[in-house]
């Protein structure tokens, strides 16, 4: 095939690689399209519950997906005297725990842990940082979280101390319930930044690759599938001379 000055002649090697990795270049880039679409339709949806009116924790029978990061309001009594640590969370680069407070709801006999926010690490492991908290009943302001079906981890197991509080590594409800020898709702509530009975406290839904990641990995591919098209022509084309 004839261009001008220039002759593309395609060789059955050349034409064969390019046959087998252009296909798979562009459909790896369609693919991160597919997943960012995804993704950013649960970003989507996770936002518009968050600004959904609270609904009243004590009138849930189930909970399932479509409850995830809603605003709820509960009304009970902190148990600070059988609190949980929950090991290995970091904020702004420094290590420390997340506090999980059980919370007696008022008039029920049900029981739901309250993350109460972030705390540092004290001089050593071995000495554990106070946890304050309120003595009365309290109305709790928070967003529910589902905890993670799937649970993966390196490291230590549990560590065992002899009083309270205790520091875990994961939520696992059926472990979290042997500890603390009560049945406790299958949720977690994230205490509002603005209830005044925490800790530190940014919560940000948890994603993995952000619909904008995908994005850019999307545009990769397409950039290597378009290389490829173009060191292709380039190597099967050759200027025609007069001779």
Known sequence: ?????????????????????????????????????????????????????????????????????????????????????????????????????????????????????WVPVGQSRAQLPALPGPSGEVVVRAMLKLPPEKLFRLGEADESHSGWPKVVQQVKMTDLEQRLGQTLLPVLLLLNSGEGHGFIRDWKPVYGTTPDKHRAYAAQWFTLAAVLLMIYIGVNTKRVTRE
């Open 1 to 117: 095939m004839r261009f001008g000055n220039y002759k593309f002649s395609p060789g059955l090697w050349p034409t064969l690689a390019t046959l087998l990795l252009l296909p798979l270049l562009t459909g790896l880039g369609i693919w991160q399209l597919e997943r960012a679409g995804w993704k950013q339709a649960l970003v989507d949806s996770h936002a518009e519950r968050a600004d959904m009116p609270p609904l009243a924790l004590s009138l849930l029978d189930g909970f399932d997906e479509s409850l995830q990061y809603r605003q709820v309001t509960a009304r009970g009594v902190y148990d600070t005297q059988h609190q949980l640590l929950l090991d290995n969370r970091t904020q702004q680069g420094h290590a420390g725990y997340h506090v999980l407070t059980p919370l007696h709801i008022a008039s029920t006999d049900r029981v739901v842990l309250v993350n109460r926010g």
